[in-house]
T-cell receptor, first 114, second 116 residues
């Protein structure tokens, strides 16, 4: 079945450091790929997405490229801020039409210190 | 634009009891999905409702059931609660119109269920 494996956390960085959170996936067909972010006490918010190979999703300085050859969708940010502290989830959706089931990784806790 | 709202925010139940969680979808959305997020884990897909019918189900037993109403709001019902049902239950809505990725899921803040 479909699965997502992402980097184990927690990750602790200083402000302005470079961030990479690795994500690889297993799926049949051509899934869409997502990064969601969850701030303390809140639900998940879509951070970025890519729907086909070689697409780059980007938002708020974060970016990730859909790499079909390595089945990866690593999240990167050049300079993190304290406000980026949250749990980040990589996810895929392999369903078509109205079947929009998401398969999530376990999440990576990011803490950014001033 | 009204987002996804869930009620209640917190709930404590005893093993063996039944619980109903509620979700109002975002304005304009016609599809509702439910996810269970255990502590320290990623969300797990329970099921999805589209046009008031179940439209996909994850690996959850039949004691997890749901409804979608004509206004697209939804309920998640869990019977015979077990300790392992303690989790954050997330509702997400979307607009089903076209292929995957056309309408990302919008999540509510969840209902924290504790079973003692």
């Amino acid at each position: 079945g479909d699965s997502v494996t992402q980097m184990e956390g927690p990750v602790t960085l200083s402000e302005e450091a470079f961030l990479t959170i690795n994500c690889t996936y297993t799926a049949t067909g051509y899934p869409s790929l997502f990064w969601y972010v969850q701030y303390p006490g809140e639900g998940l918010q879509l951070l970025l997405k890519a729907t086909k190979a070689d697409d780059k999703g980007s938002n708020k300085g974060f970016e990730a490229t859909y790499r079909k050859e390595t089945t990866s969708f690593h999240l990167e940010k050049g300079s993190v801020q304290v406000s980026d502290s949250a749990v980040y989830f990589c996810a895929l959706s392999a369903g078509g039409g109205s079947n929009y089931k998401l398969t999530f990784g376990k999440g990576t806790l990011l803490t950014v210190n001033p | 634009e009204t987002g996804v709202t869930q009620s209640p925010t917190h709930l404590i139940k005893t093993r063996g009891q039944q619980v109903t969680l509620r979700c109002s979808s975002q304005s304009g959305h016609n599809t509702v999905s439910w996810y269970q997020q255990a502590l320290g884990q990623g969300p797990q897909f329970i099921f999805q409702y589209y046009r008031e019918e179940e439209n996909g189900r994850g690996n959850f037993p039949p004691r997890f059931s749901g409804l979608q109403f004509p206004n697209y709001s939804s309920e998640l019902n869990v019977n015979a609660l077990e300790l392992d049902d303690s989790a954050l239950y997330l509702c997400a809505s979307s607009l089903a119109a076209g292929g995957v990725g056309a309408s990302p899921l919008h999540f509510g803040n969840g209902t924290r269920l504790t079973v003692t």
